[in-house]
């Protein structure tokens, strides 16, 4: 009964924001909030983590010799610790090392010299001792070993590059999350810090960097020895080694910090960007955090060969080169990129670094912070950006579309082995844990929760922590019970949708449901119900009543016509499936069905603490209303009803918002008076919710269409996105007349907005201006707008000859729309510029670009060059991304990936990799039988590590062509018909904008 006693305090002052001290702080002593009891003690029953009775390990002195030619390293590392329980055995993590010596000092004296075992499962080697070990007294494990510096883009890997005609090798490490291990015996857990030592000694003219400063260089043999500082007590994750030759620049901050860029050699003049983000974050978040920066210098080096984009090691940042380099031909988009990266990774030198997770569980900890620090921090070194509303559309909005699917994860989720980690490196651990950041930011007041971070970082620094730490911090802080607040958003898969109904007896009636496209599979039983004889028992079990709600359901949807949200056809919209379910018989039908599919999601009742932001209009004034729900529904006494109520202000929680057609339909046109925040949830809201079953798509293109008259880039960056995504779904049917239709359709929705031209005339607008243009024309020219295409091309020409004066921003949908003509004298053109470019983001452009070609024979032979060493296996998933988006491009693409499984395989090496062309290329095919085909295939080709992801790829498979089902026929009768919903907004929008009212906010 919680939400109905705040909101008893909330309508009492009607505009009161709940104050901190209206609440008793409840302290959660347990984990009882975790998904199971045996997390709260991570070494209970986890097959992969290291024995409790195990020494504790306080200091890694490491000294290594690499041979960067030989792709091998000679070690020795010297591991204090010190025994506390009775024991005569040490267990580490160690894999693929070749351990040649080992001894036990106490002192200068051996005391032991242990037996070995290795074991491969566990990748672990044990350390066994014919005595117990003394404790509570000083010992030093001394290991002499070989090891690998391999190919895999994890561990210790070789990164290669030319530089004049010549090979360039260097040494990098990226361990994260559990790849220390390759490199040295130790404990590769994150709770196991402890300080360390770094020698690193290479041939003569090489450069060594590590964590900590370089304490000093000697030489020796045609070899210099580089010894590093040690470091604070890190987890093992983020030690760095890297070895090669690079160009660097340094300066200086408050003459206490060393900050240093390196590049491979030709890179370095690219770097001016980076160097000014990098000042300006870690500035910023010394004054965030309030603890200064605790080491002397930070490096941010940039790698050739990196499968992810940077990793955020202790003083020693390591970045693909896409993802800091920067130059006169750098997109806007991509400066966006790179600055989001850079204070990613600095966020984490305080935020992943000085405080750590305690286990994997709580990775979300780590990286869910550190994308919303690095959008608070660009919010305050770019303000003109406005990033927030890209923090919308990139996060909010990405985390939703993996997390309406049933085989998306909570996030807090059990980790049991190393295996098992990299698949929670995902969009619930990064932007869903982000949004739920900021959504309790902007809950308990920036400032509020700005002193509870600075209250956690001094409390655990140098220390590991949970997520009940963060909570009980910010309890403290707040006088709010945050614990409490934020469990079911921890612990529960998917969102929750706020529907507004209209008023009831003098009432408002907000009710929170639950995300899911779980409903689209009522085809699936409408249909077995008619043809399998394991149902019919059950359905003639049924009343007369319900008999007749489920055929009459089964006939709505086999014609294609639209049901709502919650599940019931037009006739029955204000109620729900559950609802209407009451009798047991047809619940034990429901049942066995989701039993049947191994689906416990739809069993779920599902509740959310939401704290509800809404805006409320009347005759153009405004209101603002807080309040929180954790109920299924509330009532609000309102006196006078507002015209119209907008839910989900500014986008900060998450939630979706679904309106009444009718409330929403006379909302329009209030629409130029809203944030470009709430502009965007209403449109992505609509569309999606759409998605999921509860608008018809009449309904869906008649608001988009009032977006006509918009002019922020922000709005034409989603709309574009979600228009993309029906192009996808409409051309999977082949329907000519609805393709032609909606091409049409889509052409004159443009019309407006396309007169924006290819160049700007004001140079203020043209960072802006040029996000509107690669996304509009992306559009168009997939929708065969001879116009567009004629136009790219021309400007793809002026391009390669050396005359064009568009912006870079555009050089990529140019390429695109270049290379999908099929001619092949462009493809070549294309493939010779990634060839010969120094320059990163042009090869990705080029890459991407190659993959929209609809050339069969192109296809081929782009997907063979890719299995060639001419394309680093980092870029190998890039043409993916546009492949899968085309009907001919999936099925060419998933042919070859089945031809050539094992050499994708041997290419690409880890499984993370691996996952990524599959997902692109999979995600938008929409039968049910390639569901099935693709279920075979990787239960006959297992990927360890990998099941969540393919459990997503078939859902989203089998939810694409249940959308496409009951939606065809009604969106080819809109297509048709072609009718544009205005309520006369765009003349008032264009008299708003005269005026200067333009998404100003009113009060």
């Known amino acids: 009964m919680k939400g ?53 390990l306080q200091h890694y002195h490491l000294i290594v010799t690499p041979d ?106 990226q361990l994260e999350p559990a790849a220390a291990r390759r490199v040295l015996p130790c404990g590769d857990e994150p709770d196991l810090k402890a300080t360390f030592s770094v020698e690193i000694i290479v041939p003569e003219g090489l450069t060594a960097i590590s964590n900590g400063n370089i304490e000093s260089t000697t030489s020796e043999n045609g070899k210099t020895r580089f010894v590093f500082e040690k470091t604070p007590k890190m987890s093992t994750y983020l030690l760095a080694l890297v070895i090669g030759e690079f160009e660097s620049i340094t300066e200086t901050i408050d003459d206490r910090i060393s900050l240093t860029i390196y590049t ?94 305690k286990w994997w569980n709580d990775l979300w900890l780590n990286e869910g912070f550190a994308v919303w620090a690095s959008y608070y921090a660009l919010d305050h070194i770019f303000p003109e950006w406005e990033v927030w509303n890209q923090f919308i559309i990139t996060n909010l909005f990405g985390a939703f579309k993996l997390d309406v699917l049933s085989s998306s994860h909570p996030i807090d989720v059990p980790i049991r082995r190393a295996k098992d980690i990299n698949e929670i490196f995902d969009a619930i651990s990064y932007k869903k844990g982000a949004s739920l950041v900021r959504m309790l930011s902007s809950f308990l007041g920036d400032d509020v929760f700005k002193s509870g971070i600075q209250k956690y970082i001094a409390a655990f620094k140098y220390g590991n922590t949970r997520t009940i730490d963060l909570w009980n911090t910010l309890s403290v802080e707040s006088g709010v019970d945050v614990g409490s607040m934020m469990n079911s958003w921890i612990t529960q898969t998917g969102y929750p949708v706020v529907k507004f109904q209209p008023k009831k007896f003098g009432n408002l009636v907000f009710v929170q449901s639950y995300s899911s496209t779980k409903h689209l599979s009522t085809i699936e039983l409408s249909e077995k119900l008619s043809i399998s004889e394991e149902y019919s028992p059950l359905f003639e079990k049924l009343s007369e009543e319900d008999k007749s709600f489920v055929m009459e359901l089964r006939d709505y949807l086999i014609v294609g016509t639209s049901y709502d949200l919650l599940g019931l056809p037009k006739k029955r919209k204000h109620m729900s499936v559950h609802a209407n379910l009451k009798g047991k018989e047809l619940r034990d039908l429901l049942k066995k069905y989701i039993t049947d599919r191994g689906d416990t999601y739809y069993q779920e009742e599902k509740t959310w603490d939401i704290p509800l932001t809404i805006k409320q209009y009347k005759f153009y004034d405004s209101i603002d209303l807080n309040l929180r729900f954790d109920t299924n529904y509330i009532l609000m006494p309102v006196k006078n009803t507002p015209v119209s109520t907008k839910g989900n202000s500014n986008s900060t929680g998450y939630y979706r918002v679904k309106y009444e057609p009718d409330r929403l339909a006379n909302f329009a046109e209030y629409f130029s008076f809203l944030t470009i925040s709430d502009l965007l949830n209403i449109e992505n809201d609509i569309f999606n919710i759409w998605y999921e079953g509860g608008y018809d798509a009449n309904f869906v293109f008649s608001i988009i269409s009032v977006y006509q008259g918009e002019e922020n880039h922000y709005i034409w960056e989603d709309i574009c996105d979600n228009l993309q995504n029906v192009i996808i779904k409409v051309y999977n049917t082949r329907d000519k007349e609805l393709i032609t239709n909606m091409n049409v359709w889509m052409r004159e929705m443009f019309t407006d907005i396309r007169t924006i031209g290819w160049e700007s005339k004001d140079p203020e607008k043209q960072d802006a201006e040029n996000q509107i243009r690669r996304n509009i024309f992306s559009i168009l020219a997939a929708v065969k707008d001879k116009d567009v295409i004629n136009e790219a091309i021309g400007h793809y020409n002026d391009i390669k000859n050396g005359v064009s004066t568009v912006s870079p921003d555009l050089y990529s949908v140019i390429y695109s729309i ?54 680093k296996s980092q870029d190998f998933v890039i043409p993916f991304i546009s492949l899968g988006k085309s009907r001919i491009g999936r099925e060419l693409s998933w042919t070859f990936i089945k031809d050539n499984f094992d050499i994708i395989k041997t290419k690409l090496k880890s499984v993370w990799t691996l996952s990524r062309p599959i997902k692109s290329v999979l995600s ?40 496409m089902r009951y939606n065809f026929l009604c969106m080819k009768e809109y297509f048709v018909a072609r009718d544009f919903y205005t309520f006369q907004y765009r003349a008032k929008r264009r008299k708003s904008i005269q005026k200067g009212n333009s998404h100003k906010k009113i009060n």
């Not at 099929?822 to 990163?840: A, N, R």
């Not at 075979?936 to 989203?956: A, H, P, R, V, Y």
Request: charged share 25%; glycine share 4%.
């Open 818 to 871: 270049a290379a999908s003509r099929g001619d092949q004298t462009i493809f070549e053109e294309i493939q010779q510029m990634y060839l010969t470019s120094d320059f990163p983001e042009e090869k990705e452009r080029c890459l991407l670009s190659l993959g929209h070609t609809t050339n069969r024979d192109q296809i081929k032979e782009l997907l063979e060059w890719l299995l060639t060493d001419e394309v």
């Open 264 to 357: 491979p050699f030709g890179q370095i003049d690219r770097t001016n960007f980076a160097m000014s983000v990098a000042k300006q974050s870690l500035a910023f978040f010394e004054e965030f955090f309030g603890v200064p920066y605790v080491l002397n210098k930070l490096d941010l080096v940039a790698i050739p060969d990196f499968a992810a984009m940077a990793m955020e090691n202790w003083g020693c940042i390591t970045f693909r080169e896409s993802a800091i380099l920067i130059d006169e031909n750098s997109s806007f988009q991509k400066k966006k990129v790179v600055a989001e990266v850079i204070a990613h990774e600095i966020a984490h030198q305080w935020f992943g670094n000085l405080v750590t997770m």
């Open 924 to 963: 938008n095919f929409a039968s049910l039988e390639m569901a099935d085909e693709v279920r075979i295939f990787f239960e006959e080709n297992k990927l360890e590590g990998m099941d969540m992801t393919m459990n997503q790829i078939i859902e989203s498979i089998e939810n694409n062509y249940y959308f």
């Open 4 to 56: 109905i006693v705040v909101l008893t305090v909330l309508i009492a002052a009607y505009l009161t924001i709940i104050s901190a001290d209206e609440k008793d702080v409840v302290f959660y002593e347990d984990d009882s909030y975790n998904l199971n009891k045996e997390d709260i003690d991570p070494h209970s029953h986890v097959e992969q983590r290291l024995p409790s009775t195990n020494p504790l």
């Open 68 to 173: 960067l030619e030989n792709a091998i390293f000679d070690a020795t590392v010297h591991i204090t610790m010190v025994s506390v329980l009775a024991t005569n055995s040490i267990e580490l993590n160690a894999l693929d090392l070749v351990i040649n010596e080992v001894n036990l000092k106490q002192g200068d004296s051996i005391i032991d010299v242990p037996a070995l075992s290795f074991n491969t499962e566990k990748e672990t080697v044990l350390f066994s001792f014919e005595k117990d070990l003394p404790t509570e007294v000083e010992l030093i494990l001394s290991i002499e070993y070989t090891g690998n510096i391999s190919d895999l883009l994890e561990g210790w890997y070789q990164s290669k590059y030319n530089s004049v005609d010549t090979e360039k090798i260097i040494g990098v490490t």
